[in-house]
């Protein structure tokens, strides 16, 4: 009952983990923190992301959660690993002895960390990376825990995804305004540029473009020293306002 309990909580939490305007690593480690409060015998987790160039977790509810991880990306060799790539959950209670990974077992061991549960993170067709729950104790995790676990993963996964779609729609949006921005800046240079040349805006922006080159600077910092020249000019000029 208290273990139902637990995961319930952790389900209700991930339910309303994207109802807001937090930041995405801060809905990332909240499911790991959900995680530790959801499955029994759990002193930390962490996610691994697959949409990097290498698999790594990106947020950890513990630090050696991160050093464990660490450690079996650098070798290869790991529960995490097996797990994404069998699309199964991986599990062992005595890390130091574990056949399976023959490195990654003995020195994650020597840390004191001998009992880990690797929860795979599925989407139809599509694996978006792992929840990886350890403890320090050896055995653990048992069958109710990897019940739970194998539960609260399969919403994790969809947060997960949900979570990664709105970081990118952030990262479109925060570059959206900085084009914007910089569009706006070269635009004010430009009709300086033709207010004093008496050229054309094609002409105005060949000599942008031309003097970018020459100075080795980009065109759009090149703008926005034209525009700030121009404003302190004109208040040198004319005295603030």
Request: hydrophobic share 45%.
């Amino acid at each position: 009952m208290a273990d139902d309990v637990g995961l319930s909580a952790g389900l209700a939490g991930l339910a309303g983990l994207l109802t807001g305007q937090r930041p995405v690593r801060d809905v990332l480690t909240s499911i790991a923190d959900y995680a530790v409060g959801a499955i029994p015998g759990a002193e930390g987790a962490g996610l691994t992301m697959l949409d990097l160039p290498q698999p790594q977790t990106v947020v950890a509810s513990a630090d050696f959660v991160r050093q464990v991880d660490d450690i079996q990306y650098a070798l290869g060799e790991g529960p995490c690993l097996l797990a994404v790539a069998t699309r199964s959950t991986q599990t062992s209670g005595s890390l130091g002895g574990e056949a399976r990974w023959p490195r990654f077992g003995p020195r994650v061991g020597r840390l004191g960390v001998h009992s880990v549960l690797s929860l795979p993170l599925l989407l139809p067709g599509e694996v978006v990376g792992a929840l990886n729950v350890y403890a320090r104790p050896k055995h653990a995790f048992g069958d109710e825990a990897v019940r739970i676990g194998e539960l609260f993963a399969t919403p994790a996964a969809v947060s997960v995804h949900n979570a990664q779609v709105l970081g990118e729609s952030q990262r479109l949006a925060a570059q959206l305004t900085a084009a914007l921005s910089s569009r706006a800046v070269i635009d004010q240079a430009l009709g300086i540029v033709m207010s004093r040349t008496g050229s054309g805006p094609a002409e105005a922006l060949d000599r942008l473009r031309a003097r970018s080159q020459a100075e080795h600077v980009r065109v759009t910092d090149l703008a926005q020293s034209i525009v700030d020249e121009a404003v302190r000019t004109a208040r040198a000029r004319h005295g603030e306002f």
